[in-house]
């Protein structure tokens, strides 16, 4: 009998869970094809460029001397340099990632309901994980 109880509960959470990540998902694809990028450039596009043509992760070069970048975080670069190892012309590369950060953003709010669990009542919880779906930098970014 308890078993029985435990697997309608876990479905109703899984079903829960499958409506936060589709309604995370369904808020950030017009939010990005409004307000998100269409090049890659500044710093971003300097390093990805500079590891695409000469294997470097520099923002700044003299020649064929690379500066080492200490500025800039290097996971996003190698994250954008994963993508642009596919030959994507540019266009298409940019809504790769831009997809592909919808799709981690959205599972960043499953995340946050399962830490929310830990600590606060179902109620409190489906509402906190609501509101930080569409928290402003947590969509655009």
């Given at each position: 009998m308890y078993l029985n109880n435990y697997q309608h509960l876990k479905n109703k959470e899984?079903?829960?869970?499958?409506?936060?990540?589709?309604?995370?998902?369904?808020?950030?694809?017009?939010?990005i094809f409004i307000f998100g990028d269409t090049r890659l450039d500044n710093e971003w596009g300097i390093i990805v460029n500079n590891l695409t043509d000469y294997g470097k992760f520099s923002l700044v070069n003299f020649g064929d001397f690379f500066v080492p970048s200490l500025f800039m975080p290097p996971l996003y670069a190698f994250y954008l340099y994963f993508f642009k190892i596919f030959h994507f012309n540019n266009e298409i590369y940019i809504q790769v990632v831009l997809f592909s950060q919808i799709i981690l953003s959205s599972f960043s709010v499953v995340i946050f309901y399962n830490i929310n669990k830990l600590f606060f009542s179902n109620k409190i919880c489906i509402l906190g994980t609501l509101i930080f779906s569409l928290f402003r930098i947590s969509i655009c970014w």
């Open positions: 899984t079903y829960l869970l499958f409506f936060l990540f589709l309604f995370s998902f369904l808020i950030r694809i017009p939010v």
